[in-house]
């Protein structure tokens, strides 16, 4: 039984790192997606800034304002698509720069957040498998799958103590 159970947590521990292993590989490619994104959002906000500047507006938002106040209902969801796009190309940007300076659990924080769930679809969809060549990226794959094993084979491990000192005690008195 021993034997077993060891043979079966290293599989565990070896799945657990390969699967760790794919976090740095995964935020790399959810970085470039969310580049490009950002590219065809950001050129959107800039018409946007260049009809406000060719209208006299101080700002985008100053030119949206202004549509949100038109009694057209046309007029007033142009300006709530225009704010949702400004909107965005902010949010894009938040998560560029945590995939580009974050830490690696950061980033897998922010790639497996609920709200990220469409997007990471996406960038599933288009990813392959592989192995980070940066020493930090190994080495937060290796910390990872170390501290999920514990935690996978901690309830295991605390039944067999209490076994033993249970039957320790039974069978040694003192």
């Not at 021993?2 to 976090?23: E, H, N, P």
């Not at 007029?75 to 698509?81: L, M, P």
Request: hydrophobic content about 45%; glycine content about 4%; charged content about 15%.
């Amino acid at each position: 039984m021993g034997l077993m159970v060891r043979v079966l947590d290293k599989i565990v521990f070896t799945a657990l790192f390969l699967t760790a292993l794919q976090v740095p590989i995964l935020a790399d490619h959810y970085r470039q997606y969310l580049s490009g994104f950002f590219d065809a959002t950001e050129q959107q906000v800039a018409q946007y800034q260049a009809l406000a500047d060719q209208f006299g507006y101080e700002s985008v938002d100053a030119l949206i304002d202004t549509l949100r106040q038109n009694p057209d209902p046309v007029v007033k969801q142009d300006a709530a698509n225009k704010a949702q796009t400004v909107s965005t190309l902010n949010e894009l940007q938040t998560g560029i720069q945590t995939l580009a300076n974050g830490h690696y659990y950061e980033k897998a924080w922010y790639m497996f957040h609920p709200e990220q769930n469409a997007t990471l679809a996406r960038v599933i969809d288009n990813f392959s498998p592989s192995v980070p060549l940066d020493p930090m990226a190994v080495l937060f794959s290796l910390i990872t799958a170390i501290v999920l094993n514990m935690i996978l084979w901690a309830p295991f491990w605390c039944v067999g103590k209490v076994r033993h000192w249970h039957h320790h005690r039974h069978h040694h008195p003192a």
